[in-house]
């Protein structure tokens, strides 16, 4: 399948999605989605109450704990039989993720390992390695600090007016994102085998570093390793290119899921938000070019046009894994050397999540408006200090931007019960955030091939169909 018809496929897809999932929310799913948003109402409306009552030992108290288990039990049946439903069409976009993680972990691997024994010596890995962390962590305190600058001149949550809830009230969550137990946890592997099975990417990029390292400083015995490694990544992208014809078919499966469960509403009840993330996304988008164009010059432009159908598929999956494969081979096209590209790229998806760092500060502060709460300018500054540290050791964890919101919100005065405000619609934020993570890789390994003379003119003999 060529770049082109995919591209049209996935599109096709993308509508097909949209028309087929308005039809079942409106006509199939219709009544289960009623008593969900009828529950969700319900729930609020009990946990407002909770929050007024001052004597929590009265009987009117454990009543409304019992109505609001209740609804909540409520919420979950009728949840259950809307997945039930849509069982045919999230099946579609599973068996494509679950694909697409099977063959990324022994491709970030394997060619990380050869992108570092090729490198060489030491002292060429730190300084290769230098130079793509100087790139990743200008690029996150930039998505940070837009993040922030954005939030603070649209105010989106001003017009939310949430009341502030109880402290018994919460989400499902997790909220030890500080934890630096769990940071090591998610760096430094116990387990090679495990940290591949679980998809660990930052635990196997880790091992791949010293794996690389190892195999180039053996000299010639090492020369097996790496031809083996070179061989089997480019199987897994042999393989990649037969997964990838499934693309079309499995976006069309979630944006349906997406569309049946949410409607139209969500997208009107949260307009603001969602209208207002997206175009400081599109600035960030920008920004990001122009960083490369100062580089690549106009060749920034057509590194864009390269990647947009693996942006495409990141933004319609909801995740940027998806496109990992997609991105490595159209690198090697536009011209990096693959050495370069097999070093800078799997970094890139532990360290350099531009979208996902823009929408951790953009999302926080939110909270903060919606709830009527004032941050200094100098909290924000800690806050947002405090996300680029902790975001960096959750690749790979469901939900990690919410995680690392969780864990951060609640040192800041935030009620951690304001996550409720984002779930409904993190799926639709997921998507665009996911795009922009992979225009912030791919740019900054052209921007490292060129800073290293490894930026050749564009190839066209490589293909992974």
């Known amino acids: 399948m ?15 999605g949209v028309i087929t999932g308005y039809i079942y929310n409106v006509k199939v ?18 946990d407002t109450r ?21 609804q909540v039990t409520i ?15 999230s099946v579609l976009s599973d068996i494509f993720l679950r694909l697409i993680k099977m063959v990324v972990a022994p491709l970030v691997f394997t060619t990380l390992v050869v992108g570092v024994a090729k490198v060489g010596d030491v002292a060429s890995v730190g300084r290769i390695g230098g130079k793509t962390m100087l790139w990743f962590l200008s690029a996150t305190l930039v998505s940070l600090l837009l993040g922030m600058l954005l939030v603070n001149l649209f105010e989106p949550g001003k017009a939310m007016h949430v009341p502030l809830p109880d402290s018994h009230l919460g989400t499902d969550i997790k909220t030890t994102g500080l934890s630096l137990r769990d940071f090591i946890s998610h760096v430094f592997p116990k387990s090679f085998i495990e940290a591949m ?11 791949a570093l010293f794996f690389g390292v190892a195999t180039g400083a053996i000299g010639e015995k090492g020369t097996v390793v790496i031809k ?15 997964v990838m014809k499934l693309a079309p078919i499995a976006v069309f499966g979630a944006i349906t899921v997406v569309i049946a469960k949410q409607g139209v509403g969500v997208l009107s009840t949260y307009a603001i938000f969602i209208s207002e993330f997206y175009f400081s996304l599109l600035i960030l988008w920008l920004v990001i070019i122009l960083a490369g164009f ?26 940027s894994e998806a496109a990992y494969p997609r991105v490595l081979i159209e690198l090697e096209k536009f011209g990096c050397n693959s050495k370069i590209v097999s070093f800078v790229l799997p970094l890139g998806y532990s360290f350099n999540l531009d979208g996902s760092m823009m929408y951790m500060t953009f999302a926080s502060l939110f909270l903060a408006q919606s709830y009527g709460i004032h941050l200094a ?27 690392v919101i969780a864990g951060t919100i609640a040192a800041f005065g935030i009620p951690e019960a304001g996550l409720a405000l984002l779930i409904g619609i993190d799926p639709l934020l997921d998507m665009g955030r996911s795009a922009t993570n992979v225009l912030g890789n791919a740019m900054a390994t052209a921007v490292v091939s060129k800073w290293e003379g490894e930026l050749g003119p564009e190839k066209d003999d490589i293909e992974i169909d």
């Not at 259950?80 to 069409?89: A, H, I, M, S, Y």
């Open 2 to 16: 060529t770049k082109n018809k995919l591209t049209l496929f996935i599109f096709i897809a993308l509508v097909a």
């Open 29 to 46: 799913i219709d009544k289960i989605n009623y008593n969900i948003s009828t529950a969700d109402a319900q729930i609020k409306a009990i």
């Open 50 to 70: 909770i929050v007024e009552m001052k004597d929590t030992t009265v009987a009117d108290f454990k009543t409304l704990k019992l109505q609001r288990a209740a």
């Open 75 to 89: 919420r979950k049946t009728n949840d259950t039989l809307r997945e039930d439903k849509l069982t045919g069409f």
């Open 197 to 207: 099975a679980n998809n660990e990417i930052l635990q196997i990029v880790v091992f």
């Open 228 to 242: 083996a490694m070179d061989a089997f990544a480019h199987v897994i992208l042999k393989i990649t290119g037969y």
């Open 294 to 319: 100062f580089v690549l010059r106009t060749r920034a432009f057509k590194l864009v046009n390269n990647i947009k159908d693996a942006m495409l598929v990141a933004f319609s999956t909801s995740t």
């Open 377 to 403: 300018f100098s909290q924000q500054l800690s806050m947002l200090l405090i996300l680029m540290l902790t975001s960096k050791g959750v690749a790979g964890v469901p939900r990690a931007s919410l995680v």
